[in-house]
Nanobody, 119 residues
Framework: QVQLVESGGGLVQPGGSLRLSCAAS???????????MDWYRQAPGKQRELVARITREGTTNYADSVKGRFTISRDNAKTTVYLQMNSLKPEDTAVYYCKAEIGSRLDSWGNGTLVTVSS
């Protein structure tokens, strides 16, 4: 149903910054505003992990590994969620995925955007 497309990934040096975007389509602004939105990441050989979450009310949660460095935000008028990543570390290297919490098996995922932190 809802389509999610991530963008903004790329190669960045340690200590650098990137802003990821997740654009939702095939969904109205009102309905999008209801969904909690998540950012996950998956590094090679590791399980996919939740790194950030934002609710319809704007409440945010972060994995301990990214607290103080990452900020999740949303713009319901643009049906877009963002992940601002600062002070990037090599261990942040992963494919980052956006998810809309529509309802368990109905949850929508994007195809991911690759973030590589390396000198």
């Amino acid at each position: 149903q809802v389509q999610l497309v991530e963008s903004g990934g790329g190669l960045v040096q340690p200590g650098g910054s990137l802003r990821l975007s997740c654009a939702a389509s095939r969904v109205s602004r009102l309905i999008f505003s209801i969904y909690a939105m998540d950012w996950y990441r998956q590094a090679p050989g590791k399980q996919r992990e939740l790194v950030a979450r934002i609710t319809r009310e704007g409440t945010t949660n972060y994995a301990d590994s990214v607290k103080g460095r990452f900020t999740i935000s949303r713009d319901n008028a643009k049906t877009t969620v963002y992940l601002q990543m600062n002070s990037l570390k090599p261990e942040d290297t992963a494919v980052y995925y956006c998810k809309a919490e529509i309802g368990s098996r109905l949850d929508s995922w994007g195809n991911g955007t690759l973030v590589t932190v390396s000198s």
